[in-house]
Nanobody
């Protein structure tokens, strides 16, 4: 099993940047593919980005491609999401998640979730 804790959320102005972190417990972090999802009020949880176990393959939603960068450091059991050029529509609770399957966009294929961190982009 793996336990996940997100951090790094906050309030930022349009065009600003934030870096989210997802710290994982357990010795098997490197065996999991990881992903970031977000959920805005009244909306369904949506895929943001994913990364395979080694970090060499990454996947992005079209709405964030070119602005967000997902990465991981298996030596630190941590995954990151660098978010640049933030827009008001990026406002949401961001969740990290772990999956046995690489490159999957479906929340149902992620078995472990963090508690979420709020990102608010003000205009």
């Amino acid at each position: 099993q793996v336990q996940l804790v997100e951090s790094g959320g906050g309030l930022v102005q349009v065009g600003g940047s934030l870096r989210l972190s997802c710290a994982a417990s357990g010795r098997t972090f490197s065996s999991y593919a990881m992903g970031w999802f977000r959920q805005a009020p009244g909306k369904e949880r949506e895929f943001v980005a994913a990364i395979n176990w080694s970090g060499k393959s990454t996947y992005y939603a079209g709405s964030v491609k070119g602005r967000f960068t997902i990465s991981r450091d298996n030596t630190k059991n941590t995954m990151y999401l660098q978010m640049n050029s933030l827009k008001p529509e990026d406002t949401a609770v961001y969740y990290c998640a772990a999956s046995r399957y690489a490159g999957t966009y479906s929340p149902s294929e992620y078995g472990y979730w963090g508690q979420g961190t709020q990102v608010t982009v003000s205009s």
